[in-house]
């Protein structure tokens, strides 16, 4: 296998079970290895602060080679990737089937694993990555205005970032005083004849994911609002706890499949009656499109809830395709920056969202392809708040420059992260909003 060659890169499954992949010494020889090959070709040196820190230990290093590297410092290299997964997709040469075998990001995934079993992990991170276990507690009514107001409050921000090292700058996302599902609990269109298309199922299930469901449950509203005036079958998982992305970037396996296994029942049901399954955040659809698939390679119902869960605006276009989706858009949306997640580029299905925008009147679509470095949690903290905004720069300087009407990325978290790097850099404050919610505004629902 050559460089370059045009040949589909493979993942291979995640043998976490197997004794050897806890063995540190192994796991030192496989990182010597890779971090050799990544010396000597250096291309994502732009894409994160993981490959800047290898290459600077390195190049500051007695002998300027890996060898002159201590092992205790390839921690820092681990710590500073946040799995965005771009370093696999978008530059390496020597991904699987090339016989280098490098896939980057799950062996840095590894190191996470073998941190968090040798109980090096924080317990700040332990809680952050405890989604449900925190939206339960803070979105209710009274609850969430104080967790709100807290959280804007420089007392106790300062206080939050000595004490728990969550850096006292990061905007934070606001908890919801309700939460998707248990308003849209009853949020069911049954289609007496369904319309049996050739492309796509006709009947969809909606995977609200933690986010939606305690944070922004708008936007799983606006996605209902449009799947009812498309007249599309649809309904919510009767359960449904997180899809286990935040522990998987915390390499805490064992949780992951607590979680997975949770979920799998109600999920392989709707896969084998036939249903898009479809969540609103990209990380929660590659979670089930590619590393539960991975790390549960022999497990059958996992790949056939792969094969059906589906990206919002890839679904939406096949329904356009099948003459199925409205174009009946009322407003226009005016200048729009629009930022492609990592999460959802290595999804490797195109630009579908902006496909979709475009074709909204009065409607310009300015892509941005480019980390905005903030990651689930990895951008909050402290250690790393400002390598987060530093990755970020060019993403908003790009998302200024067009003097958009709105900012909007399928990842959540990101368009916030990328709102505040606007107005840190030029002291503008633009809209965000969701491309689901952009949709709806079009539609005038
Ligand atoms: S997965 Fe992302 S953050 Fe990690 S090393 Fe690759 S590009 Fe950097
Ligand atoms: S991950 Fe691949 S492309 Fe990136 S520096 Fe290493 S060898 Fe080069």
Request: hydrophobic share 35%.
């Amino acid at each position: 296998m050559r460089e370059g060659s045009l040949e589909a890169p493979t993942r291979h499954p995640v043998n976490w079970k197997d004794k050897a992949f806890y063995d540190e010494s192994l796991f030192f020889k496989e990182l010597e290895r890779v971090f050799d090959i990544c010396h000597g070709c250096r291309r994502c040196v732009s894409l994160c602060t993981a490959f800047p820190t290898l290459f600077d230990l390195v190049d500051e290093s007695s002998t300027m080679e890996v060898d002159g590297v201590e092992k205790k410092d390839y921690w820092k290299v681990v710590d500073k990737c946040y799995l965005c997964d771009m370093c696999y997709l978008s530059k390496c040469p020597y991904v699987p089937p090339h016989e280098w075998n490098v896939d980057f990001p799950h062996l840095m995934m590894r190191g996470k694993a073998i941190k968090f079993k040798n109980g090096k992990s924080k317990l700040r991170d332990k809680v952050l990555s405890s989604t449900d276990l925190m939206g339960n507690t803070l979105a209710k009514p009274v609850i969430s205005k104080v967790v709100n107001i807290t959280n804007k409050n420089k007392i106790f921000r300062n206080l939050l970032d000595k004490t728990f090292k969550v850096h006292k700058h990061r905007d934070l996302p606001d908890y919801s005083a309700y939460t998707f599902r248990g308003k849209t609990k009853n949020a069911k269109k049954t289609i007496v004849d369904p319309v049996s298309p050739l492309t796509v199922p006709s009947k969809v299930v909606l995977f609200s994911t933690c986010y939606v469901n305690y944070n922004e449950p708008i936007i799983g509203e606006d996605f209902l609002k449009i799947l009812n005036k498309n007249n599309i079958q649809h309904e919510l998982l009767n359960s449904e706890v997180c899809c286990g992305m935040p522990k998987f970037e915390l390499g805490d396996l064992e949780s992951v499949e607590k979680l997975a296994m949770k979920n799998l029942p109600t999920l392989s049901k709707y896969a084998n009656d036939g249903y898009a399954i479809i969540s609103l955040v990209p990380s929660c659809t590659l979670m089930f499109k590619q590393e539960i698939p991975l790390l549960f390679a022999d497990n059958q119902e996992f790949k056939k809830i792969a094969q059906q869960f589906y990206d919002p605006f890839s679904y939406l276009l096949a329904l356009k395709k099948e003459s199925l989706l409205s174009m009946d858009f009322k407003n226009d949306l005016g200048n729009i920056s629009y930022h492609v997640p990592c999460h959802l580029r290595v999804q490797n299905i195109g630009l579908k969202t902006k496909e979709l925008l475009e074709l909204i009147p009065g409607t310009k679509v300015k892509t941005i392809e480019r980390c905005s470095g903030h990651d689930g949690t990895w951008g909050i903290k402290t250690e790393f708040f400002k390598d987060s905004m530093k990755i970020g720069k060019p993403v908003f300087k790009a998302a200024e420059q067009f003097n958009p009407d709105y900012i909007s990325s399928d990842c959540a978290i990101a368009s916030r992260h990328i709102v505040q790097g606007v107005r840190e850099n030029s002291k503008k404050e633009i809209e965000k909003l969701h491309p689901i919610s952009l949709m709806r505004l079009a539609y005038n629902l």
